[in-house]
């Protein structure tokens, strides 16, 4: 491996837990992969970066956005009704 894994996220909380100890003791009931994740990130085998919502792409999968969020999500992963030979039906 050249260097550390990039995980792109879009929750600062997570990012934070992972790489702060500031409240440790308040996290003693998350879970035991939670931890090997901050192992990790101390031992500089991954990092984070966040990445907010207007350019998280899995956003769409995961929560409900408004419809031309996510037309702009499908256009930018080429996933289009142009793109997939599929017809388009007009709005009622």
């Given at each position: 491996?050249?260097?550390p894994i990039?995980?792109?996220?879009?929750?600062n909380g997570a990012i934070?837990?992972?790489t702060n100890d500031k409240n440790h003791h308040c996290m003693k009931h998350i879970d035991v992969w939670h931890h090997f994740v901050?192992?990790?990130?101390?031992?500089?085998?991954?990092?984070f970066k966040y990445i907010p919502s207007i350019s998280n792409m899995a956003d769409f999968l995961?929560?409900?956005l408004p419809r031309d969020v996510i037309w702009r999500t499908i256009t930018l992963l080429?996933?289009?009704p142009q793109n997939l030979g599929v017809a388009v039906q007009e709005e009622c």
């Amino acid at each position: 491996m050249t260097g550390p894994i990039t995980i792109h996220a879009g929750n600062n909380g997570a990012i934070t837990i992972s790489t702060n100890d500031k409240n440790h003791h308040c996290m003693k009931h998350i879970d035991v992969w939670h931890h090997f994740v901050k192992e990790c990130t101390e031992a500089d085998e991954v990092n984070f970066k966040y990445i907010p919502s207007i350019s998280n792409m899995a956003d769409f999968l995961t929560k409900p956005l408004p419809r031309d969020v996510i037309w702009r999500t499908i256009t930018l992963l080429d996933l289009g009704p142009q793109n997939l030979g599929v017809a388009v039906q007009e709005e009622c």
